[in-house]
């Protein structure tokens, strides 16, 4: 392949999209510590998380509105500037309201960047799929890193140097970033910021068939991807007994799984079709995550046909496999909106999808919270397990209604 620009932006997107993600995925590791340390519940650290999703969520509308007004290179800066400085204060806070408001400021600017570079892509990539699942690489491979580096940080040093750990790797890619992308025109500039904000045409747009089902479908998936995100690593710890270094590294394993499964269900949706790209996703997440809730019965499922049991570290590889495979199916649905979207909605049609989809898919890290304070950590991750199941069941039975048509 001759590189060229395109693929210079598509690969300094990607690592911009690492920096929103890592800052992020460093707490998730360290919550244990941060619980102890201010002395909180599962709950509060929940409401903490849920708030950095659900601001996250909220900024992807805004960002595509400025996208159009200022030129996406400008708004991607912000973002990933924005997300550094943010990960410096939650290391600095003093106390718990204030770690709150951090954790809310920082995915505020975190938001900013994943709708405008997938719009920015969607101007030079015809395989969509293709591009978002590359650009989506950037989110696994902080999960590759952050757990592992912030649990390492973060059970030797405190939780504070852990979580400041971001500002290590935005600086250089804010800086290279700067550099190496060259400033892209707005599509909008003139047009008033206050008529891209009227109700009507926005209602209009989220109440088509063909963005209102996947919409549906992307809510409950983000929902399940938040609550995994939030808590794997505390939930191998207090159900599985795992010690938190162990716990930390199949968190890591399971963004591995993601790095691979993002670039191939969105090649996979190039070609096979969205749909089935999606529902395949979704029923992989479903049996993972039912299964390491069910782990026991999964080592001796081989036994009911005369096989030996599985070594429980297969059978927990085998669950992590198939719940990173449903965490995946982003790389599948933002091209499928794309899909529905004409070329002048693309900018703000496709950042208002993402606020719906990712504000409401934020509860999930304090609705898995808030379950497992209730009723255990087992329960928790099997409520979320029929959550997924019940998107694989909505996208399937749309598809199979499409085809009727």
């Given at each position: ?59 992807q ?59 920015l ?10 591009a978002?699942?590359i650009?989506?690489?950037?989110g ?40 190496r992308?060259?400033p ?27 963005i209102?089902v ?58 096979l ?32 046909v ?22 995946s ?30 504000v ?40 199979l ?5």
């Amino acid at each position: 392949m001759n590189w060229r620009y395109r693929h210079t932006v598509l690969t300094l997107c990607m690592l911009a999209f690492f920096v929103t993600y890592f800052a992020r995925l460093a707490i998730s590791p360290v919550v244990p510590l941060i619980i102890d340390d201010f002395g909180v519940s599962n709950t509060a650290v929940g409401v903490a998380l849920s708030g950095m999703w659900f601001a996250y969520g909220l900024s992807q509308f805004p960002s595509g509105v400025l996208a159009d007004r200022f030129g996406e290179r400008r708004v991607i800066l912000v973002a990933v500037g924005g997300t550094t400085a943010m990960s410096l204060l939650l290391a600095a806070v003093p106390v718990f309201p204030a770690f709150v408001l951090a954790a809310v400021l920082l995915g505020l600017a975190a938001g900013l960047h994943y709708a405008v570079a997938t719009t920015l892509l969607s101007r030079t990539f015809d395989d969509l799929g293709t591009a978002v699942g590359i650009h989506s690489l950037g989110g696994p491979l902080a999960g590759l890193v952050a757990p592992v580096a912030a649990t390492w940080v973060g059970f030797r040093f405190g939780w504070r140097p852990g979580v400041a750990l971001a500002a290590l790797v935005g600086v250089p890619i804010f800086a290279l970033f700067a550099r190496r992308v060259r400033p892209t025109e707005p599509r909008r500039p003139d047009q008033p910021m206050a008529e891209r904000l009227r109700v009507g045409p926005l209602l209009e747009l989220i109440g088509r068939r063909e963005i209102l089902v996947p919409l549906a479908v992307a809510t409950l998936g983000t929902y399940v991807a938040q609550g995994v995100i939030s808590f794997l690593p505390t939930f191998l710890v207090e159900f599985r007994g795992y010690s938190p270094a162990f716990a930390g590294g199949v968190f890591s394993a399971f963004f591995v799984v993601r790095a691979g499964a993002q670039v191939g269900i969105g090649r996979l949706s190039d070609g096979l079709g969205r749909d089935a790209s999606i529902g395949g996703s979704l029923l992989g997440g479903a049996l993972g995550l039912g299964a390491l809730v069910a782990l026991p019965e999964l080592v001796r499922l081989p036994l009911a046909v005369g096989l030996p049991a599985l070594p429980e570290l297969a059978a927990l590889g085998i669950a992590v496999v198939l719940a990173g495979l449903g965490s995946s199916f982003f790389s599948a649905i933002d091209p499928r909106f794309m899909d529905a979207l004409g070329d002048a909605e693309r900018g703000a049609g496709f950042g208002l999808i993402r606020t719906v989809y990712t504000v409401i898919g934020s509860a999930g890290s304090v609705g898995v919270g808030l379950v497992a304070d209730l009723f255990g950590w087992g329960t928790s991750f099997l409520v979320i397990a029929g959550m997924a199941g019940v998107a694989f069941l909505v996208i399937a039975a749309n598809a199979l209604l499409g085809q009727r048509r």
